[in-house]
């Protein structure tokens, strides 16, 4: 089985540090690894301009209009059979390039979308198919590695790579004061640990489960949950979208839901498709508005608006 490893710290830090430690247990392990350090790559920020939801609705395909190095970076992701993400801690939560990758990944690596898209590609002759190791099962484990205390958002931010393509996470750990996490031997083992199972994980696909802290969300082992208004204890998961209630049993705080919540959580087919259907039809709409003329009067009456716009150095006569 194949490990890839890819830190986004700088040259030789403790990412680097760490994500070698772990893909040498791996390789240990009877792992073939590869380690990439992705700054070296050029991978730029999503613009947002929906060609890759669109496209996959309507039969265009799994496209991007960014031209950059990801699609070779995600081709060696998608020949892998487990994934590991080695991330410095910004702000508490995932650095920029992380989110870059995270909306990189987006609606062009949605299985559920995806999916679609193959079904359309097999009832239309015109249609373009997707590339099928997009539905390929897949193992990944993140660790987040952070200068202070300042950590809480990272487990969570590393969840949302994980969501789209509907990879299995086997282990999602932070290190919270780990300057010097190369000098802390129980650190140094608790990362080869990670290694140890996310090769056993990539091995054998169907025995391959979540092996780290429980969380609070039972299904998907979540501590970030988002809360309405008021003193209701009404919850919404913000990692699978489960929505229901927090309640607290003898002391411990659980997360519970009806039963037939489940098939809406956005990490599982069912309620991908859900989401699908949701883009499908709001797409269509956006496209149809535009014909209409409040659409149009709008649009001109926009572009009317007479701005200052300040310029990028670059940019300036």
Partial sequence: ???????????????????????????????????????????????????????LVMGKGNICTRKDEFDEF???????DG??????????????????????FGPRMDRGMNVVATKIAENDPNAKPVDPRLLKDKVISFIGIGGSDWATAIEYDHTMLALSPGWKIIDNEKFAWSKNIIMEDEKVERVREIGRNLAAAAA???KAEWKGDAGICPHCHSKNFYFGEGDSNAAVCMTC?????????????????????ESHAHDILSGKFIHADDIKENEGKAIANRSTEKYKASAERIKSYNLPEILPPSKRA
């Fill in 1 to 55: 089985m194949k490990i890839v490893g890819v830190s986004l710290g700088t040259r030789n830090g403790s990412n680097d540090a760490m994500c070698k430690e772990a893909l040498i247990a791996a390789q240990e392990a009877g792992a073939e690894v590869s380690f990439i350090h992705l700054h070296d790559w050029d991978i730029q920020y999503c613009t947002g301009c929906v060609a890759c939801s669109r496209g």
């Fill in 83 to 104: 994934v590991l993400v080695v991330d410095p801690i910004f702000e508490k939560g995932g650095s920029a390039l992380f989110h870059s990758l995270m909306d990189r």
């Fill in 74 to 80: 995600r081709s060696i992701l998608l020949d892998a």
């Fill in 204 to 206: 054998d696909y169907e």
């Fill in 241 to 261: 979208g489960i929505e229901g209630k927090i309640e607290v049993e003898n002391g411990k705080v659980k997360f519970v839901f009806p039963p037939e919540n």
